[in-house]
């Protein structure tokens, strides 16, 4: 069974904090990763993709692989309260096809 | 970013009738689309994997005689729901993977923006 872990919160940060955002994957073979959020009642939205070990940085976000450790983070620098939603870990497990974790749930209060 | 286009945004039925999804990608062209359901507070869970000019892939449990997808051209997938039945009420999202050309690890998938469907 490959599975993706998330913890679901919720995480609750201030304004102008970082939220650091965690999943760990268990097929060891997985090669690319991304993160998605999800606003209540909406479809996912593409925030970041990582497939290298180390850091990639978007903005206020940096993604962060693992592939030794298998979990992949992401931080969201000088939170807003705009990045409330809930952020989905997804890991390509083969043929394209995507496992997603249960998502953690950001709030981020003013 | 991607394109991707879900038609109707939001669909009320009567038990036994059937419905039909359209998943269109705008901008690029998609020879494989996917089909997600999520139910309130859970994740999303794959249905099928669409594949323009062949049968679609379904993941196990999902009926491929209830859930019909068809994927004519490469900017188009429909699921249709057959008899729907109050349990088929759920949140129907597609997905159109853009290729990045050469390495599949790159390709992503972009989200249309769901279809929420209620069978009364």
């Known amino acids: ?110 | 970013g991607a394109v991707v286009s879900q038609h109707p945004s939001r669909v009320i039925c009567k038990s036994g009738t059937s419905v039909k999804i359209e998943c269109r990608s705008l901008d690029f062209q998609a020879t494989t689309m996917f089909w997600y359901r999520q139910f309130p507070k859970q994740s999303l869970m794959l249905m099928a994997t669409s594949n323009e000019g062949s049968k679609a892939t379904y993941e196990q449990g999902v009926e491929k005689d209830k859930f019909l997808i068809n994927h004519a051209s490469l900017t188009l997938s429909t699921l249709t729901v057959t008899s729907a039945h109050p349990e088929d009420s759920s949140f129907y999202i597609c997905s159109a993977l853009r290729l990045a050309g050469g390495d599949l690890t790159t390709d992503t998938q972009y989200f249309g923006p769901g279809t929420r469907l209620t069978v009364l």
Do not use: H
């Not at chain 1, 993709?49 to 983070?73: H, M, P």
């Not at chain 1, 000088?78 to 083969?94: E, I, K, R, W």
């Open chain 1, 1 to 110: 069974q490959k599975e993706v872990e998330q913890n679901s919160g919720p995480l609750s940060v201030p304004e102008g904090a970082i939220a650091s955002l965690n999943c760990t994957y268990s097929d060891r073979v997985s090669q690319s990763f991304f993160w998605y959020r999800q606003y209540s009642g909406k479809s996912p939205e593409l925030i970041m993709s990582i497939y290298s070990n180390g850091d990639k940085e978007d903005g206020r976000f940096t993604a962060q692989l693992n592939k030794a450790s298998q979990y992949v983070s992401l931080l969201i620098r000088d939170s807003q309260p705009s990045d409330s939603a809930t952020y989905l870990c997804a890991v390509n497990t083969g043929f394209q096809k995507l496992v997603f974790g249960t998502g953690t749930r950001l709030l981020v209060s003013p």
